[in-house]
């Protein structure tokens, strides 16, 4: 018999369908939350879920409890000024760890809220997986202590990290990166070129200024006068834009009909959108992962508050923040931050990677061991496994 049967099986005894309780801040944990509560529906129909999410938790069938697009929110600044509504979200989660009584508390990510929670969690007997760890190799790597003490299973998605949990005797998993397996194209380049309305023949620039409202108000505007620029000098240029799905219509528009160009927005289909593109502005984050392994060569960008720039200056201990820069252990891709986020910079570094085509050339073979580096995927059906097996403990 295979141990994953063996787990079922034993799961099976237990007459009363087994609870998950999710708790995803962002738009990427609503999807890595969704992506892993599938892959369990495979193997255990009738698990339950329920918690804190947004849209794709709710279409893979999680019971969403509070909308998580309330407290999608990053910076010092920002979150004080959301603590109220992040307060609220948290008791509100603390409840439902107390009345629902879970099997297992999953946090995704959104890291100095769940560690809350997981406290709260572990203090009720509840057990706790952990996902997506902190970034304990960038800053504070004495937070693997804190977050050993809260937590039963740390899963990490970067082969790297689960060194720091080792060395601290941190139960901990590498399940692999989730956006390998969810990183594809639905059509072939050639008939999305057709599909968004491009010409084949004339250069595409990606927009991708965020998945969190204060993120479209901070870059886009710099974007588009960065893109403006870029077609000032490369007049056959065409851009697009793929709308994240937590972005409101009305927000972008209040931005995209002052441009003085067309800008093609794109509904739900970022990686179609992504594989257009000859260059891409984007901020850090996942997304700068997602362009990677694509292998489109790109520019991050990245403005905080005065505030928050200058503590993650003094906390910070890498000297990257783009995830491909990050897993190279150099710098592969420019990186302008803070004051050096300027329409100018962007728009010289969009024009290099469309005119110096060896330039380019190097930078899609380095995105291109970047995607070796981070393996054949399966991260959610590692997740779903490894739950299995905390739960059936």
Not at 305 to 326: A, D, E, K, M
Request: proline content about 5%.
């Amino acid at each position: 018999m295979s141990y994953a049967r063996h787990i079922l099986q034993s799961l099976a005894l237990n007459h009363k369908p087994l609870k998950i309780l999710f708790s995803a801040g962002e738009s990427s944990g609503d999807q890595h939350a969704a992506n892993m509560f599938l892959e369990l529906k495979k193997q255990q129909p009738d698990i339950k879920g329920l918690g804190m999410g947004g849209a794709k938790m709710a279409q893979a069938g999680i019971d969403i409890r509070y909308d998580s697009a309330n407290i999608a929110v990053i910076g010092v600044v920002e979150v004080i000024k959301h603590y109220a509504e992040i307060r609220r979200a948290l008791k509100l989660m603390q409840q439902l760890v107390a009345t629902e009584r879970p099997d297992l508390l999953v946090c995704v990510d959104y890291k100095e809220f769940n560690f809350k929670l997981a406290r709260y969690a572990k203090q009720q007997g509840i057990k706790v997986l952990f996902y997506v760890s902190p970034q304990v190799w960038a800053w504070r790597p004495g937070r693997v202590v804190a977050y050993g003490k809260v937590i039963d299973m740390m899963a990490v998605i970067f082969p790297f990290e689960t060194a720091y949990y080792d060395a601290e005797n941190v139960p901990v998993r590498y399940v692999g990166h989730p956006s390998v397996d969810k990183v594809h194209a639905q059509r072939s380049k050639d008939e999305d070129l057709t599909r968004f309305g491009l010409d084949k023949n004339k250069p595409v620039v990606g927009l991708l200024p965020g998945s969190r409202a204060n993120e479209i108000k901070r870059m886009l505007p710099v974007m588009l006068a960065a893109a403006e620029k870029v077609q000032a000098g490369l007049p056959e240029c065409q851009f697009i834009l793929p709308q994240a799905d937590s972005i409101s219509d009305a927000l972008l528009e209040d931005y995209i009909r002052q441009s003085p160009f067309k800008i093609t927005v794109i509904k739900n289909q970022p990686y179609d959108v992504i594989q257009c593109c000859d260059a891409v502005m984007t901020t850090s984050g996942t997304a700068t992962l997602e362009i990677a392994l694509l292998t489109v060569p790109m520019v991050i960008a990245y403005k905080l508050s005065t505030l928050t720039y200058w503590l993650g200056r003094w906390l910070v201990n890498t000297p990257f923040i783009g995830l491909p820069n990050i897993v190279s252990g150099k710098s592969i891709i420019k990186e302008l931050i803070q004051h050096e986020a300027t329409a100018e910079n962007l728009s010289a570094e969009v024009a290099r990677i469309l005119t110096d085509k060896a330039y380019a050339d190097q930078m899609r073979q380095n995105l291109n061991r970047v995607k070796q580096q981070l393996g054949q995927g399966g991260g959610s059906k590692n997740m779903a496994q490894l739950a299995l097996e905390m739960l059936s403990v």
